[in-house]
Nanobody, 123 residues
Framework: QVHVLESGGGSVPAGGSQRLSCLVSGGTFNTYTMAWFRQAPGKEREFVAYILWHGHSTKYADSVKGRFTISKDNDKTTAYLQMSSLKPEDTAVYFC????????????????WGQGTQVTVSS
């Protein structure tokens, strides 16, 4: 059974940085595409970033491009989301997801999900 566990959320002032971690256990992490999604209060969950299984290709939502960086460490079976220049509109619950078959920007392409971690950016 595959488990996905996010950590690293919290409160941060606007302009600050935060790193989220996503530990995956029980599966074959080095074959998974990993992604981050987020859901702000009163809004639908949205795509943030993904990294393909081999780690050499990434994609970002326009709203975070140039500020966020996704990475994965196969030895630690962990994915990361480094966030910088944070804005109040980045406030959301951030979800980590894993895809067995090369998922991209659609939630439907992801097989395993974490419970989410709250990030709150204060102005």
């Amino acid at each position: 059974q595959v488990h996905v566990l996010e950590s690293g959320g919290g409160s941060v002032p606007a302009g600050g940085s935060q790193r989220l971690s996503c530990l995956v256990s029980g599966g074959t992490f080095n074959t998974y595409t990993m992604a981050w999604f987020r859901q702000a209060p009163g809004k639908e969950r949205e795509f943030v970033a993904y990294i393909l299984w081999h780690g050499h290709s990434t994609k970002y939502a326009d709203s975070v491009k140039g500020r966020f960086t996704i990475s994965k460490d196969n030895d630690k079976t962990t994915a990361y989301l480094q966030m910088s220049s944070l804005k109040p509109e980045d406030t959301a619950v951030y979800f980590c997801a894993a895809s067995r078959f090369g998922g991209l920007e659609s939630e439907k392409e992801y097989d395993y999900w974490g419970q989410g971690t709250q990030v709150t950016v204060s102005s």
